[in-house]
């Protein structure tokens, strides 16, 4: 079953509030509170459409029986599985026909963590979704065919490849150009690029890669065609 939203903002317990306060969130968005990410919600003033998780991280489990959250989707899991929270979030989306996946997270704690985030981003990909880690300084993506950044000048680019080898056919707006160049998994080659300008743009020939941005100004906007 499809929703009639244009893109799912997915506010785990690790959102940075000050990211999600700069964020223009629309009416045409389906917002997720993943477990104890609907604390950030209620700072924010959201209602989100849905909470999902095993609710292990809720600072006030009880106020989700309230009528504050009477319209809301509540989808319980046990403390015991095999997803991730967010893995389960993102599923959610997949099977409700989301293109457009956005997760709030600060990428700080555990690097476990942070790291099946970019899990997640690889299978929302697979499925032909378009998915992005937010924290406050960095957007973490999925490579597509073509790809046009638009960053503040000074932002830095690091391509991390998750097949094993990554085939870039040609690049501008970059100090280093990636033009003809073939990465492997084992090796960090392609770490701390630098944007030129507002605007980058990255071909892919073959493989799979994760691109992460870091910002030395922190854009309020999507950031990725």
């Avoid at 997915?10 to 999600?20: C, E, G, R, V």
């Avoid at 009880?62 to 389960?88: C, F, G, S």
Wanted: proline share 4%; with cysteine.
């Amino acid at each position: 079953m499809s929703l009639p939203y244009q893109r799912a903002l997915l506010f785990t317990p690790s959102t940075p509030i000050t990211i999600a306060k700069r964020f223009e969130i629309l009416t045409t968005d389906f917002l997720i509170a993943i477990d104890g990410g609907l604390d950030c919600c209620r700072k924010l003033g959201l209602t989100p459409h849905l909470l999902i998780g095993d609710m292990d991280s809720l600072d006030k489990p009880d106020e989700v029986n309230t009528a504050i959250y009477a319209q809301t989707v509540v989808v319980r899991y046990p403390h015991e599985k095999n997803e991730t929270d967010t893995q389960l979030a993102v599923q959610y989306c997949l099977e409700h026909k989301l293109r457009r996946i956005i997760i709030f997270n600060d990428l700080q704690g555990r690097c476990d963590h942070a790291l099946a985030l970019m899990q997640n981003l690889q299978e929302a990909n697979r499925q032909g979704c378009q998915a992005e880690v937010w924290s406050e300084n960095q957007r973490a993506f999925i490579l597509n065919k073509r790809n046009v950044l638009q960053y503040p000048a000074g932002s830095l680019l690091s391509i991390i490849p998750l097949t094993s080898t990554l085939s870039l056919k040609r690049s501008s707006g970059l100090k280093w150009a990636l033009d003809n160049l073939r990465l492997c998994q084992w090796q960090s080659r392609a770490i701390s690029n630098e944007l030129l300008s507002e605007t980058a743009e990255i071909v892919v020939a073959g493989g799979i890669g994760l691109a992460i941005v870091t910002c030395p100004v922190v854009p309020d906007h999507n950031c990725i065609d």
